[in-house]
C-alpha cells in the first residue's frame, strides 16, 4: 500500500510538471505573438492575413489592435487581382456602419413603396435628347436591333412568333450594385461607378418596384435580391448562373427571366430619358446574349424574338420607353430559360425616382401582352 502510495504522488507530481511547462510555453507564446503582432500591425501591413490567423488561433492577442485604414489598403492589389472594382470596396470599407443606418433608414417598408398607381395609356410621349445617337442594323416594324455579335442577323429572324408563360417571372440582378445620380430623395455615399449596397439605392430597387407593379396585375413574381457583384464583380455572372440555375429547378414552369441592370457607361451627363405625359422616366434597352462567342445558346432567337415582342408591344402604347434592342456574342447566362433577357433601366445620369418611373410603364405594357 505504501509502495502504491508513492507512485500515485510521483504521477501527480510528473503531471504537475508537465502542465507547468505548458503553461509557461502558452504564457511565452502569447507573449511573443502579441508583440509580434503590434509589430506587424505597424510596420508591415501585408501581414493582416496573418494578424487574422493569430486572433482565431490565439484569442487572448486580440486586444492589440489593427489600422483599419492600412489593412483596407492592404487589400487594394487583392481587389484588382480578383476583379474587384476599387472604389467601390474602398467606400463600403470605410462607410459600412453609415450604410447599415441608411438601410434602416431607407428600409422599404414606406407607404410610397407599397402604394401602386397603375400607369395611364394614351398619353404622350417624348424622347428627350440625348449625347449617345440612336443606332440600330436590323429592323421589324417599329423594333430596331443592333446587331454587335458576330452572327448574320435578318429581318425574318426578328419576327415575335413565341408564345411563353409570363405568369411566373423571376426578377434578379447580377450586377446588384449598379446605382444611380443621387438626389435630395434618393441620396447614397457612391462609391466606384454610381454604385452602392443600399438596396434602397440600387437596380434591386428598380426591382422590387417592378415585383411591386407585377404583383398587382396578378403575376407570380420571384424577386432575387442577391448581390453577385460583391466582393468580385468580374465573378458575377458565375454566381448568378448558379443560383438562377437552382431557382429553375425548383420551379420548372417558369421561362420568363428578367435580370434588371443599369447602362453601364461612365458618364454621369448621359441619362437616355422619355418623358410620359408629365412623368419622365429612364429609357429601357433589351441586351439579348446570344451563340456569336462560340459558346452553346440553342435558346438566343427564342429570347431576342421574346424581346421583340415585348418591345413591339411598348412601342404601340409608349413610344421612346425603349431604346433600339442590343445582340451581343456573350450568353449572359440567357441559355437558362427561353424568355430571358437583360433589361437595363437608364444610366449613370439618371436618377432612381426615373428609373422607378419606368417599371410603372413596363409593367403596364406586360400586363397587355
Known sequence: MINLAVVEIKDIIKYLVKL???ITIIIALTRYFSGLKTKLNTD????????ICLDTVIPSIKNVNYNDEKVAEMLNPLKMAFGVEIGMINALSENKKDEAKENNNNSPKND???SVEEAKTGIKTEVQESIVPEKFTVSYKTVKVKNDSDLK???DMLVPDVNLNMKDIIIYHTHASESYTPTEKYSYKKSGNFRTLDTSRSVIRVGTELEKYMKSYGYNITHDTTVYDYPSYNDSYNRSLYSIGKMLEKNKETEVLFDIHRDAIADSTYAPTVKIGDEYASQLMFVIGSSGGGNKH???NINLKFAVKIQEKANEMYPGLFKPIILRNSRYNQQLAKGSCIIEVGATGNTLEQSLTSMKYLSKVLSEM
Open 20 to 22: 507547468t511547462i505548458v
Open 153 to 155: 442577323l435578318t429581318s
Open 112 to 114: 410610397e413603396e407599397n
Open 298 to 300: 440553342d435558346n438566343w
Open 44 to 51: 508591415d501591413i501585408s501581414s493582416k492575413p496573418f494578424l
